[in-house]
């Protein structure tokens, strides 16, 4: 016959599975609905990256085409302006004559008045001026991506 201790160790641990079964049980369906809605979400992430590097390669694309120079013909120039809208937009010259597609040294020079842009720069530049701080920041990051 069984001791007691032994009976009373066996009933304990028969309820301790028990109710550990009980516990575990909703913590496994929890758990697998987490992962298939952390799959999901990975799915979708995914996605969204994608279309974010198209849309980042398109307008880059459209950023590189150059103006036509019959547009540059059109439109008034003096070094003032220059300087007064790289200032307006907050940016240095090297920043600003990347969103042109011209160096910093071009940019001083138009400034001071000791070169002219050609009619494609020119075309440009009449771009770059009528845009904001967050469209000329925009178009930087997109340029040094």
């Known amino acids: 016959m069984p001791d007691v201790a032994s009976v009373l160790r066996d009933e304990i641990s028969r309820l301790a599975r028990k109710e550990t079964r009980q516990q575990v049980g909703p913590l496994k369906k929890i758990t697998s609905e987490l992962r298939r809605t952390v799959s999901a979400l990975k799915t979708e992430v995914t996605a ?25 013909k059109a439109v008034r120039f003096s070094p003032k302006w ?20 011209v160096s910093s040294l071009t940019i001083y020079s138009w400034e001071s008045g000791k070169s002219k842009p050609r009619a494609e720069r020119l075309a440009a530049w009449a771009e770059v001026r009528g845009i904001g701080k967050r469209e000329a920041l925009r178009r930087l990051e997109l340029l040094r991506s």
Do not use: T
């Not at 974010?52 to 120079?69: G, I, Y």
């Not at 220059?82 to 004559?97: E, M, P």
């Open 48 to 72: 969204l990256q994608r279309k974010v590097n198209f849309l980042e390669k398109q307008e880059k694309r459209r950023l590189e085409v150059a103006p036509k120079e019959s547009a540059g």
């Open 82 to 101: 220059v300087k007064a809208d790289r200032q307006r937009l907050g940016l240095s010259a090297k920043d600003y004559g990347a969103l042109v597609g």
